[in-house]
């Protein structure tokens, strides 16, 4: 069975996917499969990462050397 994508954005709303005036007459009535992709809820963490990434934390020590990282004395 071959398949043409047809993409477009909507709102759920009680349960129904409104499908935009243009699809209407080339889908009703036809069986279609229906991927739903939704967007992910912001957390915390993903909210800190974020600021992070637009404003790094600058130390001001300098660099550690290559002998220093690995001197398991220290």
Do not use: C
């Not at 967007?39 to 300098?62: D, N, R, S, Y």
Request: proline share 5%; aromatic share 6%.
């Amino acid at each position: 069975m071959q398949m043409e994508v047809v993409e477009f954005q909507g709102i759920v709303k009680d349960g129904v996917i409104q499908i935009p005036e243009i699809y209407k007459g080339e889908l009703n009535g036809e069986s279609v499969k229906v991927i739903l992709m939704k967007k992910l809820k912001k957390t915390a963490a993903v909210g800190i990462i974020a600021e992070l990434m637009q404003h790094p934390v600058e130390f001001q020590w300098p660099p550690l050397k290559r002998e220093e990282i690995y001197d398991r004395k220290l």
